[in-house]
């Protein structure tokens, strides 16, 4: 299953000017705030999120929410996707691929997640 997301810095950017470091708790956690070092790797994380849920085929929402969903760093710096465990099995999750993607304004972010 395949799942992009695609959104505006200046929109993410906003969200934590209104918001500040709620904003990022109501879609990080605390491990991945101190991923959230610039308006571009905070657009970056949300739209990884939503990518992931899309993939899932069911958006963020009750099915899937943005705390369900975990963003980590490789020990190569690459971004890893995983999901809680209750997700997991529901989805039956064997294996994701995450690509994060920054550039003229925008953040993007591909999904793959491979199911039994």
């Given at each position: 299953m395949i799942g992009i997301?695609?959104?505006s810095i200046k929109r993410v950017e906003k969200f934590y000017n209104r918001f500040g470091?709620?904003?990022l708790l109501r879609f990080l956690n605390e491990d991945e705030i101190i991923l959230a070092k610039s308006s571009e790797s905070m657009a970056g994380l949300w739209a990884?999120?939503?990518a992931a849920?899309?993939?899932?085929?069911?958006g963020i929402g009750k099915e899937c929410s943005f705390h369900d969903i975990m963003i980590?760093?490789?020990?190569?710096g690459a971004p890893e996707l995983s999901f809680k465990e209750d997700v997991k099995n529901r989805?039956?999750?064997e294996k994701t691929s995450l690509s994060i993607s920054h550039?003229?304004?925008?953040?993007?972010?591909a999904v793959m997640i491979k199911t039994a």
């Amino acid at each position: 299953m395949i799942g992009i997301d695609l959104i505006s810095i200046k929109r993410v950017e906003k969200f934590y000017n209104r918001f500040g470091e709620n904003a990022l708790l109501r879609f990080l956690n605390e491990d991945e705030i101190i991923l959230a070092k610039s308006s571009e790797s905070m657009a970056g994380l949300w739209a990884a999120k939503e990518a992931a849920a899309k993939a899932l085929g069911t958006g963020i929402g009750k099915e899937c929410s943005f705390h369900d969903i975990m963003i980590k760093k490789s020990p190569k710096g690459a971004p890893e996707l995983s999901f809680k465990e209750d997700v997991k099995n529901r989805f039956k999750i064997e294996k994701t691929s995450l690509s994060i993607s920054h550039d003229g304004g925008f953040a993007v972010a591909a999904v793959m997640i491979k199911t039994a």
